[in-house]
């Protein structure tokens, strides 16, 4: 049954406690009505909860992301203007990794924050024709490296197929 009334109506106690007020009307098989019943749903360790998780977004998104896009910028950087014979190939491979692995914490970092955004229906999504072979072997080649390290081969098998999809390819990678 839904419940009527206002819902999610909020009432804050002077001793910190939040209630949702709801109603709901009392009718009986005949459809006669015999009153309306109030009741209150204490929301206080959700509204903790969800300002411990706002304050986690914020973190995320400007301690963590800020830094983490300067070391970012400056690993591309350094990958560009180191010219062959200034490094040698073990130097350069460490670049190669590092930047592979700052774009993956990046990448964590807007899952966590496209999270938050789907939870709050605020996800912008490009919806566009997707060929799903090419991206299938775009999804392998990125994930290649990671499941070496933990000795798993990622192979797709089967003949190229030319069908597409309707979606945002961003998200189908995710």
Not at 54 to 76: C, D, G, M, Q, W
């Amino acid at each position: 049954d839904e419940v009527e009334g206002e819902p999610g109506a909020q009432i804050s106690m002077r001793d910190g406690r939040v209630f949702e007020r709801h109603s709901r009307g009392l009718v009986d098989q005949t459809g006669k009505y015999w009153g309306r019943i109030w009741f209150y749903r204490d929301v206080t360790e959700r509204k903790k909860i969800d300002a411990m998780k706002s304050e986690f977004i914020a973190l995320v998104s400007h301690e963590l992301r800020t830094p983490l896009t300067s070391i970012h910028a400056a690993l591309k950087l350094l990958k560009i203007t180191s010219l062959p014979g200034n490094l040698d190939a073990s130097a350069i491979d460490l670049i190669d990794i590092s930047v592979r692995n700052s774009d993956r914490l990046l990448g964590i970092v807007d899952d966590i924050l496209d999270l938050e955004k789907i939870i709050t229906g605020e996800m912008d999504y490009v919806v566009e024709s997707v060929q799903i072979f090419e991206m299938l072997e775009e999804a392998v080649a990125t994930n290649v490296s990671y499941a070496q390290q933990f000795e798993v081969t990622l192979e797709l098998a089967g003949p190229p197929v030319p069908n597409g999809v309707q979606g945002d390819r961003k998200r189908l990678l995710q």
